[in-house]
Nanobody, 119 residues
Framework: QVQLVDSGGGLVQAGDSLRLSCAAS?????MAWFSQTPGKEREFVSG???????NYADSVKGRFTISRDNARNTMYLQMNSLKPEDTAVYYC????????????????WGQGTQVTVSS
């Protein structure tokens, strides 16, 4: 059974940093982070291939950095210069079929980790 366990969220002030982690029970070519706020659909934040090619949402470019440790089947999201609008539940996702930017195309999800940024 495939499991994704994401962690690292918390309550921080604007301008602070956090690092999210996603530990997977298997290997995946592409893994991604999505964010979700109440009443809205999950939105693509960033994704990475097993060879290190990355994608970022425009809203996080220059502030967030995605990485992965293939030996440990773990993906990370370094979040710097956090803003109140980054407040959301962040989910890791894996096993995508089709567009990597659509949440519905992923088969596996972590349980989510809350990131709250105060002003």
């Amino acid at each position: 059974q495939v499991q994704l366990v994401d962690s690292g969220g918390g309550l921080v002030q604007a301008g602070d940093s956090l690092r999210l982690s996603c530990a997977a029970s298997g290997r995946f070519f592409y893994m991604a982070w999505f964010s979700q706020t109440p009443g809205k659909e999950r939105e693509f934040v960033s994704g990475i291939t097993s060879s290190g090619n990355t994608n970022y949402a425009d809203s996080v470019k220059g502030r967030f950095t995605i990485s992965r440790d293939n030996a440990r089947n773990t993906m990370y999201l370094q979040m710097n210069s956090l803003k109140p609008e980054d407040t959301a539940v962040y989910y890791c996702a894996a096993a995508v079929r089709g567009s990597v930017f659509r949440a519905n195309n992923y088969d596996y999800w972590g349980q989510g980790t809350q990131v709250t940024v105060s002003s």
